[in-house]
């Protein structure tokens, strides 16, 4: 893990509302993609959402709509807000940064992370 800290997790029914929040200690991150993945014992770990360096977001099809990304460089942060919650989205959730060139929902987990923060949605 390289000093990232994600905050933010907790309990919700479904239909609710959480923001997780991510802050970088590096400002070598900056220039970084970075994003969101998940991981439950019952579910495979998955690419949740990027944040490219140039501004552009990718999302996974079962969050569009629902999660929106957000960073603020300039105070380190990165955002991850989730509203209209369902059961599926229970899980860990890790910030991550990694090189443009892995910049993918599915090679987030190749980058530096976290120590994830836990999202619980009950139905």
């Known amino acids: 893990q390289g000093q990232l800290m994600e905050s933010g997790g907790g309990s919700v029914q479904a239909g609710g509302s959480l923001r997780v929040s991510c802050t970088y200690a590096?400002?070598?991150?900056?220039?970084?993609?970075m994003g969101w993945f998940r991981q439950s014992p019952r579910r495979e770990r998955e690419g949740v959402a990027t944040?490219?360096?140039?501004?552009?977001?990718t999302y996974a099809d079962s969050v569009k709509g629902r999660f929106t990304i957000s960073r603020v460089n300039t105070n380190k942060t990165l955002h991850l807000q989730m509203t209209n919650l369902k059961p599926e989205d229970t899980g860990m959730y890790y910030c991550?940064?990694?090189?443009?060139?892995?910049?993918?929902?599915?090679?987030?987990?190749?980058?530096?992370w976290g120590q994830g923060t836990q999202v619980t949605i009950s139905s």
């Open positions: 944040f490219r360096a140039d501004g552009t977001t």
């Open positions: 590096t400002w070598t991150y900056s220039t970084y993609c």
């Open positions: 991550a940064a990694v090189s443009a060139k892995d910049c993918t929902l599915n090679n987030l987990f190749l980058g530096y």
